[in-house]
RNA sequence: AGGACUAUAGCUCAGUUGGUUAGAGCGCUACCUUGACAUGGUAGAGGUCCCCAGUUCGAAUCUGGGUAGUCCUACCA
């Protein structure tokens, strides 16, 4: 084995080896356990988020395989509609061509292209990351398959009366032309101007202070153009004698009613509130309750229309109003519509006033362009019903949120959900399984054969297919089971759904989670007929964050690719990376400043198991991560650890016991005829077995941060601090017997061996690497770590005779370092260390220890003071009521000594105050459980004698 | 506007049902290339657990109120 640890040159060879022999398919013995990956963008690029996301899966997965569950991890991508045609869209943009120069079916085609072509770099990410998902069943949710899956959920759901269609409101991205949910909406802070405008009386009427006009506050005066009345409080005592009346809309010059109703806030603005219900959601419900008609003055760019399109609020045309439009607005965009209106008003003296306003402002998620509600047809999904059963399966806790304050969350949403707009004006994605008749009747179903078939349609009826498309959420919601081969076969059906857990960020609960729910619940039954859930948990984890907090995203320029941290990249290879592509090249500086700041070496090569073993330390409690380099670099040397205690094993024990030798790995901790086990190597036996109980709660827990610290701990702090050292003594004892070589040999191998098993969902590589090594002198054959069992504590190797045994060494060896190192004695100064005032326990312990303690304190000697003996003038120590002395003469200054010793007193007087003032609270000692008076009896009078001994110590060396 | 979450060492974070001498990693200081490892070893320094009240024999932990920050949902024209 090379002297250091070299992840690039493990890790690939590795990962195609357990590819190529099937290892990721589910073994088909055992408990089922699954999880869906949530399908990533098809043509993107995983970040450190979903780096995050698959070192979790991941150590579920192969943790649930070594306990022996039939484990399916499936994976797949997302076409992501809007995410993609942008992409494309893009980069046909570039050459100077359009979508609809291309026509819909050859940018289709261009989007599959760009997909074979991208698709490739999201699976290499994958496999980088050591994710052992099965990729023989991959998925894509514009696959033949999973594309029958939604026209089956669609038909199903519309035929349940559950999915219609309908002329409302939407929000429309003027900039993609398409209509979008609710979700997709981002509200936007953004200071704006309250224009104040009158709107003259009709008829002569007056107001109560004898004005012949109402005052509208409104943030966007190009809806007046559509009002369709103003609307005061039915209390508003200002107002009362004018309801009914009406007032000529400026501009227009149209009379629109004055209404009242509760909507209006008397207290906000002037009190009058003008209603555009064909712009503004709630001047839709306002209107609706009045019977408003709709004046639909904006095409699908968000211009104006030379004419209103009049509707009646139930959708059917108004003639009676006339709908023409100023014709100098015609055709003028949304924002310089409103300037121009606003200086009209001015002109006509009806501009009152122009305040500062914050307000929000609805964005498009995708396109950031500033969404207009508008009033089209469109496809919903009807919400409240599914959410019922959806919200049930939580409360009944079928489905468990981890941790659970996101349940809140989802209630709050679920139990308020709108309907849910499904379609989509674009072209990639699943086409709407509905057709046309000339008359516009619409029919739904499979195919059009089948809809001719069902409403016996002879051919000479012209159908014609909806053009828009699905949400792409629609498709992600069946994900648990379209993958399994819903609804054409139920088999992997009946084995894995429903699925363990899902893992997932926080952001998708609405837009992904609760739809998966609610559709799997509709959609898929338990034996006895009840809904089925998709997943019995949901482990939600938090956000991966620059080390500054931001979240990081392209435009900000701070994006991370887990690659880059596996293998390393320059520095100018970062900054090219960062500010390639930029959609605003002006950030481009900044961006590069920003990086060469943070990064002024590049990032260094840290390797997949690090990368891994960094989030699942950070995997808490479903909060954010601040991703934190320095704890990436101490898990790559935590795998060089790991490394080179595997070398020291391998040093010692190759070649030595061959297999007629090898005690079974159960024996271990055991007394064999051919075998003589040393306490220390019971002890780190028995911690292994507490180290196995601790990570096996974690992961039940859902605690990865505690399962690798556990980890961490047990390997570096006990088996290579502690155990590894000890084993020099008896291995390089040339008295030592052959039954008690092979005892520490083997303890070293076997030990060795369990914890890579108990590492390898954490760290696949590296336990992988290292295992084929150190399996065979475990007597341990086997293709792969992957595949062996996942080591499980054994109560009978629990030791505490020997913990308490090692905890004493320690505690002396752990004494006289201390003063070696505060007192400056060379470590390379064999020292003579006396032990006195002890039990008889500690003469034993002594006897016992003694070559390990001297190799391990650096020591010339070590000998027991008999009772009654003078002792040198000594460094003091205590373990226990027992004296570790270290005799002064030539090695140790007086004052130095003085000092030390006085600060162990300080620290003995502190606690011993602390310790006294509660045992002396009368209160304390009444009330308090009598065991925790006990202990704080215990500690006192353990502080006390301590104190009292080291005082003498002082006294004694002061007197000198 | 409502709600959630966060605040612990210089930095990034643990800290279970209230009882710990409040911990880890990184960083820092001193010493050390000793036959697994300098991607290392040994020893050490470093904390008013955001603030204020309360409950309790006892609070980093529970309650209330602040302050600061992050986020979600809804939204007043």
Known sequence: MDKTYQPHAIERSWYQTWEKKGYFKPSGQGDPYCIMIPPPNVTGSLHMGHGFNNAIMDSLIRYHRMKGHNTLWQPGCDHAGIATQMVVERQL????????????????????????????????????????????RERFTMDEGLSEAVKEAFVRLHKDGLIYRGKRLVNWDPALHTAISDLEVENVDDKGSLWHFRYPLADGAKTATGLDYLTVATTRPETML????????????????LVGQEVILPLVNRRIPIIADDYVDPAFGTGCVKITPAHDFNDYEVGKRHRLPLFNILDRDAAILARAE?????????????????????????????????????????????????????????????????????????????????????????IQFV??????????????????????????????????????QVYVGRDEAEVRREHSLGDEIVLRQDEDVLDTWFSSALWTFSTLDWPKDDNLLKTFHATDVLVTGFDIIFFWVARMIMMSMHFIKNDDGTPQVPFKHVYVHGLVRDSLGHKMSKSKGNVLDPLDLIDGITLDQLVEKRTANMMQPKLAAKIEKQ?????????????????????????????????DMGRIEGYRNFCNKIWNAARYVLMNAEQQDDQGNMIAAKDCGQQGGEIELTQADRWIVSRLQHTELQIDKAMSEFRFDQAAQQLFEFIWNEYCDWYLELSKPVLWDENASAAQLRGTRQTLVQVLE??????HPFMPFITEEIWQRVAPLAGISGATIMQ??????????????????????????????????????SPAKHINVLFANGSSDDQARLNANRPSLIKMANLASATWLEAGTEAPLSATSLVG??????????????????????????????????????????????????????????????ARSAAEKLQQQCDKIAAL
């Open 226 to 241: 559509g009002d369709s009345a103003v609307a005061v409080h039915p209390e508003d005592a200002r107002y009362l004698g």
């Open 881 to 942: 009521e027992m004296q570790v002395l270290v005799p002064m003469a030539g090695l140790i200054d007086k004052d130095a000594e003085l000092g030390r010793l006085q600060k162990e007193l300080d620290k003995l007087g502190k606690l011993i105050a602390q310790v006294e003032a509660k045992l002396s609270n009368p209160k304390f000692v009444d009330k308090a459980p009598e065991e925790v008076v006990a202990k704080e009896r215990a500690k006192a009078d353990e």
């Open 93 to 136: 943009g570039a050459q100077g061509v359009s979508r609809h120069d291309l026509g819909r079916d050859a940018f289709i085609d261009k989007i599959w292209e760009w997909k074979e072509q991208s698709g490739g770099t999201i699976t290499n990410q994958i496999r980088r990351l050591g994710s052992s998902v099965d990729w023989s």
């Open 595 to 627: 990086t060469r700041n943070e990064f002024p070496q590049g990032i260094a090569s840290y390797g997949t198991d690090a990368l891994r073993f960094t989030f699942c330390s950070l995997a808490s409690t479903g909060r954010d991560i601040k991703f």
């Open 403 to 440: 941790p659970k304050q996101y349940e809140n969350m989802y209630f709050s949403w679920m139990r308020d959900i709108q309907d849910w707009c499904i379609s989509r004006q674009l072209w990639w994605g699943h086409r709407i399984p509905a057709w046309y008749d000339a008359s516009g």
């Open 310 to 398: 009049v509707f009646n609020i139930d959708g059917s045309v108004n003639s009676e109003v006339d709908a023409s439009l100023p014709a100098a607005y015609a055709g003028l965009d949304r924002f310089v519509a409103r300037k121009q209106i606003v200086t009209d008003f001015e002109c006509l003296g009806l501009l009152e006033k122009i305040d500062d306003h914050a307000l929000k402002v609805p964005m498009g998620d995708r396109s950031h362009a500033v969404i207009e509600p508008w009033l089209t047809d469109q496809w919903y999904v009807s919400a409240k019903e599914l959410a019922k059963p959806a919200i049930k399966a939580v409360e009944d806790g079928e």
């Open 754 to 759: 369990t914890a890579l098993r108990l590492a």
């Open 788 to 825: 062996q069992p996942y080591p499980q504590a054994e109560q009978s190797k629990i030791n505490p005779q020997a913990e308490a045994d090692i905890e004493w060494l320690k505690g002396a060896i752990l004494g006289i370092r201390n003063i070696r190192g505060e007192m400056n004695i």
